[in-house]
C-alpha cells in the first residue's frame, strides 16, 4: 500500500516561527502537493513539484515555500507563521496528474499563537 | 481558483437511503475523481472517471460524467451511518503543469 507520513498530527507554533512541515511517501511517486483546508473553503492547493527541485506555485502561495530536494520528501514552510495560517494541512502524492489517482497523508493541524 | 464545486453543501438521510452528490467545474477536463474524508483526517480516493467516460460503477458508488454540462453526480446506494463524511470532487484542467483541485465539498450525514 502507498503511505503518505506527515511528521506531525498536532502541531502548536508562536507568531514569527519558522516552521517546517515534513511529508514523505514510499512509492517513488514523482509528484507531490501541499493542500490547505479551512471551513467552507475546502482545500486549496499551495505548491506542488513534479519532480525533485521543482515546484510550481498553485493558488495560495503567499507566506508558504516549499523544498523538494529527494523524490521521496515535500516539505512545506512557513517562513514567519501567522495566526491567519492556522489550519489542516495535507500533504498528497501520485504517480502522475493525468488518469492517476493521489494518494494522502493524514493532516497535521497547525496551531499559530 | 476552485475548479469543483459540490452541490448541495450538506446532506441528512437515513441508513438505507440513497446519496446524491452534484459536482460541476469550469474548464475541460482529463479526468474527474472523487475522494471521501472522514472527520480530521486525510482525504481517500473513491472513483476516477475519464472525460471519454459517461458512467462509472465501483461497489454502492455510482458516478456520472456529462462533459457538456461540465457536471457530475456521485450517488451512494443503500447508506450506511459508516458513509457519514465529507465528499469531495476533484479535477485537473487539462492542461499540462497542473495539479488537482478541489471543490469545497459535500458533508454526508447518514442515522441510522
Known amino acids: 500500500d502507498v503511505k503518505v507520513t506527515q511528521s506531525s498530527r498536532y502541531l502548536v507554533k508562536r507568531t514569527g516561527e519558522k516552521v517546517f512541515l515534513e511529508c514523505v511517501q514510499d512509492?517513488?511517486?514523482?509528484?507531490m502537493f501541499w493542500y490547505r483546508q479551512d471551513p467552507g473553503l475546502g482545500l486549496r492547493l499551495i505548491y506542488f513539484s513534479y519532480d525533485v527541485k521543482m515546484k510550481e506555485k498553485g493558488d495560495i502561495p503567499e507566506g508558504y515555500s516549499v523544498s523538494r530536494e529527494k523524490k521521496e520528501r515535500f516539505s512545506l514552510i512557513l517562513e514567519s507563521a501567522s495566526t491567519n495560517q492556522t489550519s489542516m494541512y495535507l500533504c498528497a502524492s501520485s504517480l502522475g496528474i493525468v488518469f492517476t489517482e493521489a494518494f494522502f497523508g493524514q493532516g497535521t493541524r497547525l496551531t499559530v499563537v | 481558483s476552485q475548479q469543483g464545486e459540490e452541490d448541495p453543501q450538506a446532506l441528512s438521510i437515513q441508513e438505507g437511503e440513497n446519496a446524491t452528490m452534484n459536482c460541476s467545474y469550469k474548464?475541460?477536463?482529463?479526468?474527474l475523481q472523487w475522494y471521501r474524508q472522514n472527520s480530521g483526517r486525510g482525504l481517500v480516493h473513491l472513483i476516477l472517471?475519464?472525460?471519454?467516460?459517461r458512467e462509472k460503477h465501483s461497489g454502492r458508488l455510482r458516478v456520472t460524467l456529462d462533459t457538456s454540462k461540465k457536471s457530475s453526480s456521485l450517488l451512494i446506494t443503500a447508506s450506511r451511518a459508516a458513509d457519514t463524511a465529507s465528499y469531495f470532487c476533484a479535477t485537473d484542467n487539462n492542461q499540462a503543469g497542473t495539479a488537482l483541485i478541489f471543490g469545497k465539498g459535500t458533508t454526508l450525514s447518514v442515522s441510522s
Open positions: 474548464t475541460s477536463i482529463n479526468n
Open positions: 472517471i475519464r472525460s471519454n467516460e
Open positions: 512509492m517513488d511517486h514523482e509528484n
